[in-house]
């Protein structure tokens, strides 16, 4: 691909800039993943125009880590199992936590893999599928002849409705007895005010769905169970912050409320 190509990007494709460019700060002491550097230098864009706050630079990176973390123990537990991660973007998972067994898949809307597939090319165990995640009919093309499966949602369910979401999880543990699904999610007031977040504003992206209670999902079908509940005030690297964001999740971590507002939700469905 030619340095610098102009690419005419859509509403999807520039949303998921906004978290390949969080990723690709090397100045950042929580993560840093050298291939979304590597992309934003091939892309004629500019990135001040996503208007990126540097909080959320830090918690996008801190979902991205510990995401990254669950996949890698999963794959240690079952290393010849099936990960499927919806709502892909630019993101280079597969090449982060590859243990050279797991077949992988990526899913997003056709005009993010039409632009992903310029820099992750597909291979016998990584594969790619373009197709809104609530057009159900693609878990069809997911070919698991009895493996675990792993299930990872990125910054995706706050985007759907909450009959969406049910419908999602629901086929899910119906296509996959028994796999896992790890995701972020906003509590409903962050996902009434979500909407106010400059990068979102620019963008034009909607939060549709929220839940303060974990436990609510294990209600739509026997058998869901909460594996964890994790906090971003429960990352071991805060104390690499500056002292003002130290203190910012200190108090954080005082009140419930405010941890919930955006957490991880590890569930077995």
Known sequence: MNAKSKITLTPEQETLLITLFTK????????FDPKAQDILNEVD????????????VILVCQRAKKLDAVVRDFLV????????????????RFWRVDNGQVDWY?????????????????NDRYHLIASSVTDLEWMKDIMVAGRPVLVVAEGLLMYLGEADV???????????????????????MTARSAT????????GAAIGWGMDDPHEIEAWSSGIKL?????????????????????????????KMVQRAHRIVYYQL
């Open 24 to 31: 690709a700060q090397p100045g950042n002491p929580v993560f």
């Open 45 to 56: 864009y500019d990135f001040t125009r996503l208007h990126v706050p540097y909080k959320t």
């Open 77 to 92: 537990e079952r290393p010849n199992g099936v990960v499927l991660h919806l709502g892909c973007g630019l993101d280079g």
């Open 106 to 122: 990526d899913l997003d809307m056709p005009p993010v893999i039409e632009l992903r597939q310029r820099f992750y090319p597909a």
């Open 166 to 188: 049910r419908r999602l999880l629901l086929q899910l543990r119906e296509t996959f007895p028994g796999c896992r699904l790890i995701a972020d999610v906003f509590s409903r």
């Open 196 to 203: 106010q977040h400059p990068s979102l504003k620019r963008t």
């Open 227 to 255: 594996i964890e509940e994790w906090y971003f005030t429960q990352d071991p690297d805060l104390d690499r912050l500056n002292t003002g964001y130290r203190l910012a999740y200190k108090l954080a971590g005082a009140f």
